[in-house]
């Protein structure tokens, strides 16, 4: 954070160049500036001295001067014995920043975040990310959408997870089923022993992670190349809230899938079934189950064949009738007589 450079703004947030210290101190004066005033200095950007409005994306906000100061003085203190004068500069520049601030808002409490901020950019989640990490002692739980986890994906976050189980944090994580198939999840769940406890739904919601019920991550755009870093304890408690009744609805990834009772119908497809019976299309299927969209209708030609379906249709009310719209029903798994063969329960 105290060094920075790029060929046009070769300088940290202790010492801005002329037209970023215009833009930052107006920023801090108003409250925002438009995204368009920061066009020609990015540095500011760079420096996570501006960030986007989360109520309005054409806005950008400041970073409050004492946040800055605590980001300043944690990189210079690491570069004291190289010079010592960078201290003093670093809390000469922050202060007459927080001076031009004092009206707008109250004072915050050293090392104290926002209570929403926008991360705009994979170096900066990835850097919030790396703080909170080091930051917690307790507990980390995680929600992974998608389906097979890749090992890139595994890899990107194992340094942290390293870290968290060699200070004793507990982590819990929601897969969806189709995760239980990868290797690369059996293998990373391995390495991580009894530190992590993961379990599986048909489907979960978005990507989410929360360190110890303080902080919690959400993605903020579909390409997730911009998240949300919420500290709002009311925001958080309703993450958590969501998470514990996912949790306790999901399977121990060692516990086997319930069976459909339905001869010849796997617990995939009936999980598929109900999202059809609910008019959904095949690619927004695929999305919530976690699987491909040829894999999907592969499985929808399956269910058409096993119920005698001869057209989308006609599939939709053979699903009624054999009860795949709905929850799966205890007890020994049941015989299906499709249309046509006397039995009752699917007229």
Same mark, same amino acid.
């Given at each position: #954070?105290?060094?920075?450079? &790029?060929?046009?703004?070769?300088?940290?947030?202790? @010492?801005?160049?002329?037209?970023?210290?215009?833009?930052?101190?107006?920023?801090?004066?108003?409250?925002?500036?438009?995204?368009?005033?920061?066009?020609? %200095?990015?540095?500011? /950007?760079?420096?996570?001295?501006?960030?986007?409005?989360?109520?309005? +994306?054409?806005?950008?906000?400041?970073?409050?001067?004492?946040? %800055? +100061?605590?980001?300043?003085? @944690?990189?210079?203190?690491?570069?004291? @014995?190289?010079?010592?004068?960078?201290?003093?500069?670093?809390?000469?520049?922050?202060?007459?920043?927080?001076?031009?601030? *004092?009206?707008?808002?109250? $004072?915050?409490?050293?090392?104290?975040? &926002?209570?929403?901020?926008?991360?705009?950019?994979?170096?900066?989640?990835?850097?919030? #990310?790396?703080?909170?990490?080091?930051?917690?002692?307790?507990?980390?739980?995680?929600?992974?959408?998608?389906?097979? !986890?890749?090992?890139?994906?595994?890899?990107?976050?194992?340094?942290?997870?390293?870290? /968290?189980?060699?200070?004793?944090?507990? #982590?819990?994580?929601?897969?969806?089923?189709?995760? !239980?198939?990868?290797?690369?999840?059996?293998?990373?769940?391995?390495?991580?022993?009894?530190?992590?406890?993961?379990?599986?739904?048909?489907?979960?919601?978005?990507?989410?992670?929360?360190?110890?019920?303080?902080?919690?991550?959400?993605?903020?755009?579909?390409?997730?190349? #911009? =998240?949300?870093?919420?500290?709002?304890?009311?925001?958080?408690?309703?993450?958590?809230?969501?998470?514990?009744?996912?949790?306790?609805?999901?399977? $121990?990834?060692?516990?086997?899938? $319930?069976?459909?009772?339905?001869?010849?119908?796997?617990?995939?497809? *009936?999980?598929? =079934?109900?999202?059809?019976?609910?008019?959904?299309?095949?690619?927004?299927?695929?999305?919530?189950?976690?699987?491909?969209? @040829?894999?999907?209708?592969?499985?929808?030609?399956?269910?058409?064949?096993?119920?005698?379906?001869?057209?989308?249709?006609?599939?939709?009310?053979?699903?009624?009738? %054999?009860?795949?719209?709905?929850?799966?029903? $205890?007890?020994?798994?049941?015989?299906?007589?499709?249309?046509?063969?006397?039995?009752?329960?699917?007229?």
């Amino acid at each position: #954070m105290a060094r920075h450079g &790029t060929e046009k703004h070769p300088h940290g947030a202790d @010492r801005l160049c002329e037209v970023g210290d215009r833009v930052y101190s107006r920023a801090v004066r108003r409250g925002r500036v438009p995204r368009t005033d920061a066009e020609q %200095v990015p540095c500011l /950007l760079e420096l996570a001295l501006l960030h986007p409005d989360p109520d309005d +994306m054409d806005w950008l906000v400041p970073t409050s001067p004492q946040e %800055v +100061m605590t980001r300043l003085l @944690r990189g210079v203190y690491d570069e004291v @014995r190289e010079s010592q004068q960078r201290v003093g500069s670093a809390v000469a520049a922050v202060e007459r920043y927080a001076g031009l601030g *004092r009206q707008l808002q109250a $004072p915050a409490a050293p090392g104290e975040g &926002t209570a929403i901020r926008v991360l705009d950019g994979l170096s900066r989640i990835q850097a919030a #990310m790396d703080e909170a990490t080091e930051a917690c002692t307790t507990e980390v739980l995680t929600v992974q959408p998608g389906g097979i !986890r890749r090992e890139a994906e595994l890899t990107e976050g194992l340094h942290r997870a390293l870290a /968290l189980r060699g200070r004793g944090v507990r #982590m819990r994580d929601l897969y969806t089923h189709v995760a !239980r198939h990868g290797q690369g999840l059996l293998n990373y769940l391995e390495l991580m022993g009894d530190t992590v406890e993961a379990r599986t739904l048909d489907e979960v919601i978005d990507r989410l992670i929360l360190f110890d019920r303080t902080v919690v991550f959400i993605p903020a755009n579909a390409e997730r190349t #911009m =998240a949300l870093e919420l500290r709002h304890p009311a925001l958080v408690e309703y993450f958590v809230t969501v998470f514990e009744r996912l949790w306790r609805l999901a399977l $121990p990834l060692t516990a086997p899938l $319930p069976d459909t009772g339905i001869e010849g119908i796997s617990h995939r497809e *009936r999980s598929i =079934a109900a999202l059809l019976a609910e008019g959904h299309q095949d690619a927004v299927i695929a999305e919530r189950l976690g699987i491909s969209v @040829r894999t999907c209708r592969a499985h929808i030609a399956r269910l058409s064949d096993t119920l005698g379906a001869a057209s989308r249709t006609q599939l939709g009310v053979r699903i009624a009738q %054999v009860g795949l719209n709905g929850p799966p029903h $205890p007890g020994p798994r049941a015989a299906l007589t499709l249309p046509g063969q006397g039995s009752p329960s699917v007229r």
